[in-house]
T-cell receptor, first 112, second 114 residues
Framework: SQQGEEDPQALSIQEGENATMNCSYK?????LQWYRQNSGRGLVHLIL?????REKHSGRLRVTLDTSKKSSSLLITASRAADTASYFC????????????FGKGTLLTVNP | ETGVTQSPTHLIKTRGQQVTLRCSSQ?????VSWYQQALGQGPQFIFQ???????GRGNFPPRFSGLQFPNYSSELNVNALELDDSALYLC?????????????FGPGTRLTVL
């Protein structure tokens, strides 16, 4: 079963613009992770935010977490054509701390 | 590149057949997890192996089984293949059974069942 739900399902922007993707989840979490997937290949870990954190930065990435609303957002600033990929949020629940529970993902297209 | 490798890259089977997929974990990682990703969906957890034992299992029938070897590499076996088993199969390796840190994924094996 899917825990997270990303919004929007697809996003198309121009190079240089910012891209924001949102993720909502249903149960309490230990942490939330964002992954990128290029063309149906392997997943690449982008950033992890723990349940007691509210914001985290890594390069051009900014992640926020609002546990009261059970939601997270991923912001990619100054996007590049190479950022074109699917982005997934994945949650870790305390009761099942051995697995990631993924959403359906957001397909981001950055046009040159 | 994560250092996690999977073989084969692509595979075509027919309904009812059996398939074995392989995963070599990143050096030093003792835990391997397997995920199934259907087209247009997010990955779904199948099971995890730690020290050659199954440590956790998702909502998959018993015809999905696995092995982990002393060198921490792993196999996923699927018996009596069904059309809905067509998917990308991903393995992920890590240092511990808990996913409190990033997971390192392989490139996946794309299985097509005809």
């Amino acid at each position: 079963s899917q825990q997270g739900e990303e919004d929007p399902q697809a996003l198309s922007i121009q190079e240089g613009e910012n891209a924001t993707m949102n993720c909502s989840y249903k149960t309490s979490i230990n942490n939330l992770q964002w992954y990128r997937q290029n063309s149906g290949r392997g997943l690449v870990h982008l950033i992890l935010i723990r349940s007691n954190e509210r914001e985290k930065h890594s390069g051009r990435l900014r992640v926020t977490l609002d546990t009261s609303k059970k939601s997270s957002s991923l912001l990619i600033t100054a996007s590049r054509a190479a950022d074109t990929a699917s982005y997934f949020c994945a949650t870790v629940n305390g009761g099942s701390n051995y697995k990631l529970t993924f959403g359906k993902g957001t397909l981001l297209t950055v046009n040159p | 590149e994560t250092g996690v490798t999977q073989s084969p890259t692509h595979l075509i089977k027919t309904r009812g057949q059996q398939v074995t997929l392989r995963c070599s974990s990143q050096s030093g990682h003792n835990t391997v997890s397997w995920y199934q990703q259907a087209l247009g969906q997010g990955p779904q957890f199948i099971f995890q192996y730690y020290r050659e034992e199954e440590n956790g299992r998702g909502n998959f029938p018993p015809r999905f089984s696995g092995l982990q070897f002393p060198n921490y590499s792993s196999e996923l076996n699927v018996n009596a293949l069904e059309l809905d088993d067509s998917a990308l199969y991903l393995c992920a390796s890590s240092l511990a059974t808990t996913v409190f840190n990033e997971q390192f994924f392989g490139p996946g094996t794309r299985l097509t069942v005809l």
